[in-house]
């Protein structure tokens, strides 16, 4: 287990141990770090992989507080998950992020890159799938933010938050971690290529692509669920 790694379970397990309410503030950086006993850069990292699972959200202001980020209108997710399912979530998906990856490819900075850079190195080498979901999920927010369309990233946010309460019945068995050979993990560096590269087409179609095997996948496990 690398550095960053042992300082995201340690904050994992400080949050569980103290049980605190579902709408704290943590402490401040400079506490947690003196508590966890981990430096600046490890707890920033813990606390980006904590959010991108829908654990904490930050605010400018009042620090970070536990649970997913509200996204305005955010009232009735309950009653959508209850109206949806899988699949047109899915559909939404496709109809939504291949824009943003367009538009990341126009307005994406330097920082924005590598961001999606460190998620990207950091999905090949996870030990468990949650936490190659946690950077999946990172990865695909982070394209979203470099998009720099905030109505464009309350709609992604919301439709997380669906697809959070939508579940499959039945999963499937799954290995340990994701195999070499994943091809998430191949269809991520070529959206974030085509987007360091500018290539506008080329991003929107490489998102496309990914999200549609996304889509073959889960459907052929609800259908055999």
Do not use: F
């Not at 690398?2 to 141990?17: R, V």
């Not at 981990?38 to 654990?55: D, F, I, M, P």
């Not at 904490?56 to 980020?69: E, I, N, S």
């Not at 050979?181 to 990914?210: C, F, K, N, Q, T």
Request: with cysteine.
């Amino acid at each position: 287990m690398d550095e960053g790694q042992g300082a995201l379970t340690q904050l994992e397990a400080h949050l569980a141990q103290n049980r605190l309410p579902e709408i704290a503030r943590l402490p401040s950086g400079r506490a947690l770090r003196e508590t966890l006993r981990v430096t600046r850069g490890e707890r920033r990292k813990s606390l980006a992989v904590l959010e991108a699972e829908g654990a904490v959200w930050r605010r400018v202001g009042k620090g970070t507080l536990l649970g997913a980020r509200p996204v305005q209108g955010l009232s009735t997710v309950g009653g959508s998950a209850d109206l949806t399912n899988p699949r047109e979530v899915m559909r939404a998906r496709l109809l939504l992020e291949p824009v943003l990856a367009g538009e990341a490819a126009l307005n994406a900075t330097g920082s924005d890159l590598d961001e999606m850079e460190l998620c990207v190195v950091a999905a090949r080498r996870v030990e468990t799938w949650r936490h190659y979901e946690n950077w999946d999920n990172r990865l695909h927010r982070a394209v979203a933010e470099a998009a720099g369309n905030a109505a464009l990233l309350a709609l992604l946010d919301l439709l997380n938050a669906v697809r959070r309460a939508v579940v499959w019945g039945r999963q499937g068995s799954k290995p340990e971690r994701p195999s070499e050979d994943h091809h998430s993990l191949a269809d991520h560096e070529a959206v974030v290529a085509a987007i360091r590269e500018r290539d506008v087409v080329g991003a929107a179609e490489a998102m496309r692509a990914h999200l549609g095997k996304v889509e073959r996948n889960l459907i052929a496990v609800g259908s055999a669920a």
